[in-house]
């Protein structure tokens, strides 16, 4: 079976642009989080969904959106992009949105350079 | 905001000995994971301890947990050089978000 797939693996972006990530979880899976992991320290929550409704929010300004579409597949944007925003994005799927005691299969991300 | 704390940050030991590692949170939790990271790609898990439980074991993994001292260490035996990687223990309140420490960069030497 295929795990999570991220796309692109890399990119660089200029400031103020905008760009979007995308992520195909697990089959099967229907929950979907965002984490940002910038260089050196550890994942940080963006976004999670489940059942395509968001269920918890981090942190972030509101730059930051994502979606869920029907097949589960979810999406990541990030309008007027700074430089701080240059980090490695990694998607999560679980199997139980809302469940507790479940482990997140992670992709192997998406790092995105401003410049 | 970071849970947890993993400590050391750094640890280089040599083949075939046993790494340790730890990790302070300051909140109640369900449960904690710990990860592996591969040179700054995804996250692998590696065992899930819950709330109610002191101690696991996964192969050369031993996870224990103190929910007194808020604090939890990870014991890979017997390294190997494939077991380079960043360490990251991670803690969930709820079922919506884990909660990552730092990490701990492990070297092992061969």
């Known amino acids: 079976d295929a795990g999570v797939t991220q796309s692109p693996t890399h990119l660089i972006k200029t400031r103020g642009q905008h760009v979007t990530l995308r992520c195909s979880p697990i089959?099967?899976?229907?929950?979907v989080s965002w984490y940002q992991q910038v260089l050196g320290q550890g994942p940080q929550f963006i976004f999670q969904?489940?059942?395509?409704?968001?269920?918890g929010r981090g942190n972030f300004p509101d730059r930051f959106s994502a979606r869920q579409f029907p097949n589960y597949s979810s999406e990541l944007n990030v309008n007027a992009l700074l430089l701080g925003d240059s980090a490695l994005y990694l998607c999560?799927?679980?199997?139980?949105?809302?469940?507790?005691?479940?482990?997140?299969?992670f992709g192997q991300g998406t790092r995105l350079t401003v410049v | 905001s970071q849970q947890g704390e993993e400590d050391p940050q750094a640890l280089s030991i040599q083949e075939g000995e046993n790494a340790t590692m730890n990790c302070s949170y300051k909140?109640?939790?369900?449960?904690l994971q710990w990860y592996r990271q591969n040179s700054g790609r995804g996250l692998v898990h590696l065992i899930l301890?819950?709330?109610?439980?002191r101690e696991k074991h996964s192969g050369r993994l031993r996870v224990t947990l103190d929910t007194s001292k808020k604090s939890s260490s990870l014991l890979i035996t017997a390294s190997r050089a494939a077991d380079t990687a960043s360490y990251f223990c991670?803690?969930?309140?709820?079922?919506?978000?884990?909660?990552f420490g730092q990490g701990t960069r492990l070297t092992i030497n061969p």
């Open positions: 999560a799927s679980s199997p139980i949105g809302a469940g507790e005691n479940t482990e997140a299969f």
């Open positions: 089959s099967g899976h229907k929950s």
């Open positions: 969904y489940y059942e395509k409704e968001e269920r």
């Open positions: 909140t109640s939790i369900n449960n």
């Open positions: 301890i819950r709330s109610n439980e």
């Open positions: 991670a803690t969930k309140r709820g079922a919506q978000k884990l909660v």
